[in-house]
């Protein structure tokens, strides 16, 4: 057996296990054929989650992938353009799905922290019966930001999208994968921000420490819609009450800790700031992290050496991010390994 401590692995939130308490929620869960929409369970999460999220349905679904793509589909046509961030996830990390299976265009803008607003959409919204032009039909959105390294949009910013799209009858998607993250640091509700927003998505299987699913919200006709998208795509899961179990479970008891990841993510930073070669690009409010170096690969190397995982996002630039597998220990041993790979 090994002396050697465990990894502190802080590429991803979505690297959880499974705590004891949601296994034993899991291994108990009252299940049926969720295809037939008979499995209580999942039943039971998505009435949860429609109401926490002030909407009229909500759609267990595998994925943040899917529920995005679900989003696209059941609320454009084919050959029309979704505006995004130009770091948007479903944008760079989606594997061209919006392109391949929605036939959809994508005008993708630049913004501070991955946030768009309302002047910076407004020249690029399409709504015309000229027919040379490809119409806007989703203005998506990414709260908190990925690439933004977890920066959480203004409630007055998605106030003023929603009138712009209000304006030009467009819709709005909230890719909410860590949208708990951004309720838990504001002190808004899961609806005050979706309320802005047509459809929302968020992942059980990121910060909430979930092993699988999302849930995407909206209106009962969207979800209607995405129901069959989901159908079409292979992501109905028959008794998925398993999956929903930890996520119901998630959302009883790794909500409000949220705050302690932004806690030590906080701790971290300011264990970094002021060495020399470290720089942050951008603040870092909830659990993300994002900190430039001279070179990524030689950091890497030397943190790995020590059992400290982080990933890269570019040249020069390391994402750590924080979550429930890593406790105080954790994160003294990664400011300890940054530490002595910056050379102090
Ligand atoms: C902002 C954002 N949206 C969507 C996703 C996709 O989620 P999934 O990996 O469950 O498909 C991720 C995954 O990390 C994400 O960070």
Do not use: W
């Amino acid at each position: 057996m090994s002396d050697s401590p465990a990894t502190v692995d802080l590429r991803s939130d979505t690297l959880t296990r499974p705590t004891e308490a949601m296994r034993r929620a899991m291994a108990t869960a009252e299940v049926g054929d969720d295809v037939f929409g008979e499995d209580p369970t999942v039943n039971q999460l998505q009435e949860r989650c429609a109401a926490l999220l002030g909407k009229e349905a909500a759609l267990f679904v595998p994925s943040g992938t899917m529920a995005n793509l679900l989003a696209f589909l059941s609320q454009t046509h084919p050959g029309e353009t979704i505006i995004l961030h130009e770091d948007a996830h479903p944008y760079n990390y989606e594997a061209g799905n919006v392109a391949m299976v929605g036939g959809l265009l994508t005008r993708t803008l630049a913004g501070e922290l991955g946030i768009l607003d309302r002047d910076s959409i407004f020249p690029y919204v399409i709504r015309t019966s000229d027919h040379h032009f490809s119409e806007t039909s989703v203005i998506a959105l990414e709260n908190t930001t990925n690439r933004g390294g977890g920066n959480i949009y203004p409630i007055e910013t998605l106030r003023d999208i929603r009138a712009l799209a209000d304006e030009n009858g467009i819709k709005v998607h909230c890719d909410g994968a860590r949208l708990f993250n951004a309720v838990v640091e504001t002190g808004h509700s899961a609806a005050d921000f979706a309320q802005y927003c047509d459809t929302i998505s968020f992942c059980f299987s990121k910060g909430l420490g979930a092993p699988v699913g999302s849930i995407i919200a909206g209106s009962a006709d969207t979800i209607n819609a995405a129901h069959r998208f989901r159908k079409m795509l292979g992501g109905g899961m028959r008794q998925a009450g398993f999956l929903a179990a930890a996520a119901l479970h998630a959302l009883d008891h790794h909500i409000d800790r949220l705050a302690e990841d932004h806690r030590r993510a906080r701790e971290f930073r300011a264990g970094l700031e002021g060495l020399p070669g470290a720089s942050f690009p951008m603040p870092s409010p909830t659990n993300i992290v994002l900190f430039d170096v001279k070179d990524v690969a030689a950091f890497m190397g030397k943190i790995q050496e020590q059992g400290v995982l982080m990933i890269p996002m570019g040249q020069r630039r390391i994402r750590a991010v924080f979550h429930l597998d890593i406790d105080d220990e954790g994160l003294i041993r990664a400011i300890e390994a940054c530490k002595s790979a910056f050379g102090s």
